[in-house]
Structures are given as structure tokens and as C-alpha cells.
């Protein structure tokens, strides 16, 4: 009997995974890391903008709402947590080295540390400068949160994350989150860097369920250029800061907001922050804006 043959032509090969963003080399989310249960936010902008401020800040509110909140520093320097916990904690890529990377050798207070209200601290860490990827630690850091049981007790996890786009460390906290806040300030350098982190969410966002929640516009008194620019790609505003002293203060004395002590204007930046944290946990509209090629936010954010 003759078995029916079709031409190569024909022979359609196997589908493979859509690409994880156009020319992307990222590795898909193993899916046995997922964090199920917790809402997951992760906090973006660039480098030096406050958002380690504004994460500790914003976890410190969650707690106060009556949340249980886990922090994730995501930056090789490690020092997310420290208003929240006073110190710069061990990292996990420090207790994994001091056990010869057995990680079944760690105990949870090897490397979660309990910082204000409750709020569960983590710090990712990072490879020495230069030779490695900080995917590879974020990865690390879930995995142990899972196989440790601590993602099922924890109501919303946040993610601060180290402020370089085109990194692998960058990138990994998006495979989880569910929602991404850009921090920026009033200015050219920070917004330029906000449209190319859109450009990344919304990569991301083709295979992952992560969406942009909204912009906190921080370390300004205006917002007129943010407004601007939002309004071009089709973002919103979520929060402001302005460039207070209070807020300066707190970072010296290693605490958060919400260990300060009271005046009108401390007040009225807890409210801020408590007030953005409701709104998250009630669930942010998904917004899905179109970011512009770099020489286009060049001339929109430009002066003749």
C-alpha cells in the first residue's frame, strides 16, 4: 500500500511560542513561578528617580490598609527596603553563595526580613558588576518565596526594580506583575526614559498579563510636561509627589513616611499615598498606550 505523501512545500512545521516582545532573547516564565493569590505591582523609572522611595512608601500604605505586603528589592545595590527595616538586609544571591548555591539549606529568615507594619522585606540582589544577569536572581528570589510557601499568606507583592531597560533584571518582574507604575519627574530625562519603559511593558504585554496601571509623578512641583505627554500616548497620572523636605528627611532617618513626624504637609503626602494604594487594590484600569520612537519624544519633549 502506497502511503499518500504531500510536497515539502506543504508540510507546515510546528507553531512555536509567540516571541516574547520583537527581537526579544528573553526566557519565557517557567509557569510553576507564577505567584498566584497576590496582586503583584512592579515599580519602574529611571535610575535615581525615588523609586525605592516611593515603593517602601507605597508598601508602608498597603500594610496600613490592613494588607499583607511583600517588597522586592530588585537592584543589585539592595537598599529597597532599608526605611522599611533600618538596614541594608543580606541578599538572596549572598545567602545562596554562603550555602554553595544549595538553596534547600536556607531558612526563610535567612533571607526575609520583617520591616515596618509587618511588611515582608526581600532583596534580590545581583551578580557581580559585569558578569551575569539580574533575571537570573529575580527568578532565583520567587522561587524560593514559593518553595518556602510565602506567596500564599501575602496580599499584594511589590516589585522595585533596578532602572535599565534593555536588562534581563529589568524585564523579569514583568513576567509576574499584573499591574507596572512609572515613576518620573517633571523633566526631559526622566520622561524619555518613561516612554522607552512603555515600550517595554507593552512588549511584555502581548505574552504576559501585566499591563501599565499609571504614571507617579515625583520630585515635582509641576506636571505640566507629564500631562503633556500622557495625554500624546494615552497615560494617566495616578499620583503626584511634590519635592518636599519631609520626604528627603525620611530617607536620612531611614523610615517611612508613615513613622515621621505629623505636620499638614505630612499628612497630605500620607493621604496621597494611601489614596494610590486603595485605588491599585481596587483594581486599575489597564491601560495599553502607544509609546513614541525615540527621535519623535525627542522633538515632542524638545525646544526650538
Known amino acids: 500500500m502506497t502511503v499518500p505523501t504531500k510536497p515539502l512545500s506543504e ?5 512555536a511560542p509567540p516571541p516574547d516582545g520583537e527581537g526579544s532573547v528573553q526566557v519565557h516564565l517557567d509557569p510553576r513561578l507564577r505567584i498566584g493569590g497576590a496582586k503583584v505591582f512592579a515599580v519602574y523609572g529611571k535610575g535615581g528617580i525615588g523609586k525605592s522611595t516611593t515603593s517602601s512608601n507605597l508598601s508602608a500604605a498597603f500594610s496600613m490598609l490592613g494588607k499583607r505586603v511583600l517588597q522586592i ?3 543589585p545595590k539592595h537598599d529597597s527596603t532599608f526605611t522599611l527595616t533600618k538596614r541594608l538586609v543580606p541578599t538572596v544571591i549572598d545567602v545562596l553563595e554562603s550555602v554553595n548555591f544549595h538553596a534547600e539549606e536556607l531558612r526563610v529568615e ?12 526581600v532583596e534580590a540582589g545581583g551578580p557581580p558588576a559585569g558578569t551575569g544577569c539580574g533575571g537570573y536572581v529575580v527568578g532565583q528570589t520567587v522561587k524560593l518565596l514559593k518553595e518556602h510557601h510565602l506567596l500564599e499568606d ?3 507583592v511589590i516589585f522595585d526594580v533596578l532602572g535599565d531597560v534593555v536588562c534581563g533584571g529589568f524585564a523579569a518582574p514583568l513576567q509576574h506583575a499584573d499591574h507596572a507604575l512609572i515613576v518620573t519627574a517633571n523633566d526631559f530625562d526622566s520622561i524619555f526614559a518613561m516612554n522607552r519603559i512603555v515600550a517595554a511593558i507593552t512588549a511584555k504585554a502581548k505574552n504576559y498579563k501585566v499591563r501599565l496601571g499609571g504614571v ?7 506636571t505640566d510636561e507629564i500631562d ?11 499620583a503626584h509627589f511634590r519635592d518636599l523636605d519631609v520626604i528627603r528627611r525620611s530617607r536620612l532617618k531611614k523610615s ?12 497630605g503626602v500620607q493621604a496621597e499615598y494611601l489614596q494610590l494604594a486603595q485605588a491599585l487594590w481596587d483594581g486599575a484600569e489597564p491601560m495599553l498606550p502607544t509609546a513614541m520612537k525615540d527621535r519623535e519624544i525627542f522633538d515632542f519633549l524638545g525646544f526650538d
Open 216 to 222: 507617579v509623578a515625583n520630585r515635582s512641583a509641576a
Open 256 to 267: 517611612t513616611l508613615f513613622e515621621m513626624e505629623g505636620s499638614p504637609e505630612l499628612e
Open 154 to 156: 501575602t496580599d499584594v
Open 73 to 75: 528589592g530588585c537592584d
Open 228 to 238: 503633556r505627554f500622557n495625554t500624546a500616548i494615552g497615560l494617566r497620572t495616578m
Open 11 to 15: 508540510i507546515k512545521a510546528p507553531v
Open 110 to 121: 535567612d533571607f526575609v526580613y520583617e520591616g515596618f507594619n509587618g511588611v515582608m522585606c
